[in-house]
């Protein structure tokens, strides 16, 4: 139907229903060119209409994923894996990375501005010539910080990047530290009550 905004990438004119134990999803469209593995991306929104407790995973990893059955427009057929909610990412130029500093499989916060905006941890980074620079989140995460296509966002280091304190209790790993919620400069920059 027309070429996707990664090169090489395509969304056909076919769409197929996802059926799952509870329910169905139907004109879920199909992105080609072919895989080795079938792979079908949903939001953990859509894990609750067919009934499927869907997986966090990186794009091509569908082992021991959960199945289903898709019927298209000439036939059906079963997965057994390869239903995942697919870990939100970026695509990044080589030159991109370069001038970011950042490295192929590593992770960033990402923070989306607006009245719902937020901010997007353990975000990959994946890096490649063949890539035009974009981040990917799926309905769910993009309507959570009522993003739209073509908007931009800012590559943070971590949320704590965005603190200028340098002696934070949990600065460095929250889950070592003793229970100690909100840090100082959210306090005072918040007003947490
Ligand atoms: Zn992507």
């Known amino acids: 139907m027309k070429p996707l905004s990664q090169p090489g990438q395509f969304a056909a004119a076919e769409t197929v229903e996802v059926v799952g ?14 895989r080795g593995d079938s792979q079908v991306e949903l939001s953990v929104t859509d894990g609750f209409v067919l009934g499927v407790a869907l997986p966090v995973r990186v794009s ?35 030159a991109h990375a370069a001038a970011a500093e950042l490295q192929d499989q590593q992770r ?36 959570a910080a009522y993003v739209r ?3 931009v966002v800012e590559i943070i280091a971590d949320v704590c990047g965005l603190c200028p304190s ?14 100690r919620p909100y840090c ?8 947490i009550r």
């Open 21 to 34: 134990p509870k329910g169905s999803i139907p004109g879920v469209r199909v992105l080609g060119p072919a």
């Open 60 to 94: 091509g990893d569908v082992e021991s994923t959960p199945g289903g059955h898709l019927i298209g427009p000439r036939g059906a057929v079963r997965l057994d894996q390869g239903l995942i909610v697919a870990a939100r990412h970026i695509h990044l130029e080589p």
């Open 108 to 143: 960033v916060a990402v923070r989306a501005l607006g009245k719902r905006g937020l901010i997007f941890e353990e975000v990959a980074i994946r890096i490649s010539d063949k890539f035009k620079t974009e981040m990917h989140l799926d309905t769910d995460e993009g309507n």
């Open 149 to 151: 296509p073509g908007d």
């Open 166 to 179: 340098e002696s934070c209790a949990i600065r460095d790993d929250p889950t070592q530290k003793p229970s």
């Open 184 to 191: 100082d400069f959210a306090q005072t920059r918040y007003q």
